[in-house]
């Protein structure tokens, strides 16, 4: 069975500051994984996705995330942290054939930006 | 904002009360997710339907009804719930399943 372990329930940064949210995984098949963001009170929008293309992957407002098969990571980056940027994060798994679950969301993790 | 809609963005019932959650999509999918979003726990799958089919329930009460008229639209019935049952309630789209799912705002739900 897949699953998704957000290794920070919460992470602290300064602005301008690199940002490292860090995600595990596990599945038995080649999966294909995401990072969504949530600010308060709204939807999820997605950030980036990998589905076995290229390992290192490029997502909206500077974000990134590299695949990393070895380790089962997919942890996600961005150079310099804004102010806007604080807001919950979620890694997701998906595996097609999986039977059940389409998704399987981790925890979170949210994301504090300080002035 | 994405393809995505829910109406509405706020809920306030009673628990004798009987209201329903509205979702739409214009992006032209074929499946559709009911979500759950409790304070400090995690997302919660409820249902899933492809090509207007429930193919998941993930044993959730029958207080909540879902209803899929068309691949457009997807409604959540509710009736008689609890105080535990207030959440954001989210609403996604996916071309097929395991696709990316894509999701509304969300409905703000408390129940007195």
């Known amino acids: 069975a897949q699953s998704v372990t957000q290794l920070d329930s919460h992470v602290s940064v300064s602005e301008g500051t690199p940002v490292l949210l860090r995600c595990n995984y596990s599945s038995s098949y080649s999966p294909s994984l995401f990072w969504y963001v949530q600010h308060p009170n709204k939807g999820l929008q997605l950030l980036l996705k990998?589905?076995?293309?290229?390992?290192l992957v490029k997502g909206i407002n500077g974000f990134e995330a590299e695949f990393k098969k070895s380790e089962t990571s997919f942890h996600l980056t961005k150079p310099s942290a804004h102010m806007s940027d604080a807001a919950e994060y979620f890694c997701v798994v998906s595996v097609r054939n999986s039977g059940n679950t389409p998704l399987v969301f981790g925890k979170g993790t949210r994301l504090s930006v300080i002035a | 904002e994405t393809g995505v809609t829910q109406t509405p963005r706020h809920l306030v019932m009673g628990m004798t009360n009987k209201k329903s959650l509205k979702c739409e999509q214009h992006?032209?999918?074929?499946?559709m997710y009911w979500y759950k979003q409790s304070a400090k726990k995690p997302l919660e799958l409820m249902f899933v339907?492809?090509?207007?089919?429930?193919?998941e329930n993930n044993s959730v009460p029958s207080r909540f009804s879902p209803e899929c008229p068309n691949s457009s639209h997807l409604f959540l019935h509710l009736h008689t719930l609890q105080p535990e049952d207030s959440a954001l309630y989210l609403c996604?789209?996916?071309?097929?399943?395991?696709?990316?799912?894509?999701f509304g705002p969300g409905t703000r739900l408390t129940v007195l």
């Open positions: 339907y492809s090509l207007e089919e429930r193919v």
């Open positions: 992006l032209g999918h074929n499946a």
């Open positions: 990998y589905t076995s293309a290229a390992t």
């Open positions: 996604a789209s996916s071309q097929g399943l395991a696709d990316t799912q894509y």
